[in-house]
């Protein structure tokens, strides 16, 4: 469970690399996520004020090229440490209070959430997926789509840091950054995979083999 009072910010659309995650109770943008092509493709989170907070150039090769705040530019594997076992399910990164903070759920299939050292039973961050909830109320039932929301702790909102460089990002800035590398990553996984499951699915019918 996570503590009352938490923020649930709602991915609009559902696009880690091109969203705006709102505020699910006041409606208003907390973050603006997009992506630019020139001169490489790069992704670039700002806060409600227009602070750019972090951006990475993606890889198809390397790792991406992470800057967060005004600290220099990091392979993002250096800040984001995936366990190989079991899996890659678990990611780590060190927090602007230098504690390690844990993701789990980071294997294909399932969701995301984040724990912090001092509990490990409890999560102080989880990505729920969009699904559809049946109203079994009306006749014939309904269905309403619960768009993807990304749900914060309410003590960890409050959390803040005035060091001068990059750690002066709030927990919260760092989770949300962290969050959107992980899900961009996991999709383009999930789509690569489907798209091979398809092809091998339904292999091409043999020139041969068309019927004239």
Known sequence: MIA????????????????DLVDAETGKVVYHVFTIFDPKTTTVVENAAGDKIAS???????????TLG??????SSAWL????????????????????????????GSSL???????????IAR????HRVKN????????TTIPSQLVIAGYVVSSDNPSPDHKALRLQDLIVVAFLMLEKSKRARD???????????HPLTPFNAVST
């Open 4 to 19: 009352n009072s938490n923020l649930s910010l709602t991915l609009t659309p559902d696009n880690p690399s091109n969203c």
């Open 56 to 66: 990475w150039e993606w890889s198809d090769v390397r790792s991406d090229v992470l």
């Open 70 to 75: 005004n600290a220099p530019p990091v392979s």
């Open 81 to 108: 440490n995936k366990s190989i076992v079991p899996f890659k399910d678990t990611v780590t990164f060190t927090g602007p209070d230098s504690k390690t903070y844990k993701w789990k759920g980071n294997s294909l």
């Open 113 to 123: 959430e984040l724990f912090s050292p001092d509990d490990k039973s409890s999560a």
């Open 127 to 130: 990505f729920a997926k969009s």
């Open 136 to 143: 079994q109320t009306t006749d014939p039932p309904s269905y």
């Open 191 to 201: 789509k690569s995979i489907t798209n091979r499951v398809n092809t091998q699915a």
